[in-house]
Every structure is written in structure tokens, then in C-alpha cells.
């Protein structure tokens, strides 16, 4: 794959875990796990819902093939 490729696929993901992180946000918000009242107008409450929210998409968008995993696994070093 060569860099103009690679960028083109990066962005077009990318605007996919933007629209995804709003819409799960505001799905969590509302789910009932949570009572958004219990929480200062602070950044506590987006912070706990975003870190879920990121936890999911890290495990939709994480390889599934051995080697894949292995090639993002080495990543971490960098």
C-alpha cells in the first residue's frame, strides 16, 4: 500500500469513529448505567463514557488475523 492510499483509508475511517463516538456516546448517556445528575458539569462524566466508547471501537477496528495481531502488537514499541 503506498502512502497516498494509506491516508485516503486513515480519513475515511476516521470521519466513521467520529460519527460512531457520538452516536455511542449519547446512546451510554441515556442507557440507564449511569445517572448523568450524579455528576458536575465537568469533564468526569464525558471522560468515563468516552473511555468506554473507545474501548469498543479499539476492539471493532482491532485485527483478527494472527499475523495482523502480531504486526499490531509491535507497534506498541514504537
Do not use: C
Not at 452516536?23 to 441515556?30: A, D, P
Not at 449511569?34 to 482491532?62: C, G, M, W
Amino acid at each position: 500500500m503506498d502512502k497516498k492510499d494509506f491516508i485516503e483509508k486513515v480519513e475515511e475511517m476516521s470521519k466513521d469513529i467520529t460519527t460512531s463516538i457520538a452516536t455511542i456516546s449519547l446512546r451510554l448517556f441515556h442507557s440507564g448505567g449511569i445517572d448523568p445528575t450524579e455528576y458536575d458539569n465537568d469533564y468526569r462524566l464525558p471522560k468515563i463514557i468516552l473511555s468506554q466508547v473507545l474501548h469498543y471501537l479499539a476492539f471493532q477496528y482491532s485485527p483478527v488475523a494472527p499475523r495482523d495481531k502480531r504486526s499490531a502488537k509491535n507497534l506498541e514499541y514504537f
